[in-house]
């Protein structure tokens, strides 16, 4: 269940990380999201603490809006992502830990799968910040 304190920290993270962005040389402008984040606290603010469905609503569009920001980080500007691909299936008996699968080239190989693979993706754009 979600309660009112989800929502207070929601909103604390995503002013919090909404302050530590704009202080980066180089992020866009994040003044529409501030206006946001704004109007979505008043609304808290005015909305009575037994209506579960509209924290919940609240929490949705805070959390919506903090990955908007989040992805407004100019460190987050890149074309390129190196990434490995494990299609390991879990059998019973095993204890679960894929990390075992990308510590090391042998084992990587060694537990290789058909469609696992070591891939470079080019050309990556970010369309959530756009």
Sequence with gaps: MLTVIHLTLSFARTTSLLIHLKALPGVADLSINEKRLTQLLATATATNPSAAA???????????????????????????????????????????????????????????????GLYHLLTVQNSIAS
């Design 54 to 116: 509209k924290r919940e609503q609240l929490f949705m569009e805070a959390s919506a809006l903090q990955r908007q920001i989040a992805f407004s980080n100019p460190l987050l500007r890149f074309t390129k992502i190196l990434f490995i691909k494990d299609s390991l299936q879990f059998r019973p008996g095993s204890n679960g830990n894929i990390i075992n699968c990308i510590t090391g080239c042998q084992i990587h190989v060694a537990s290789a799968h058909v469609g696992s």
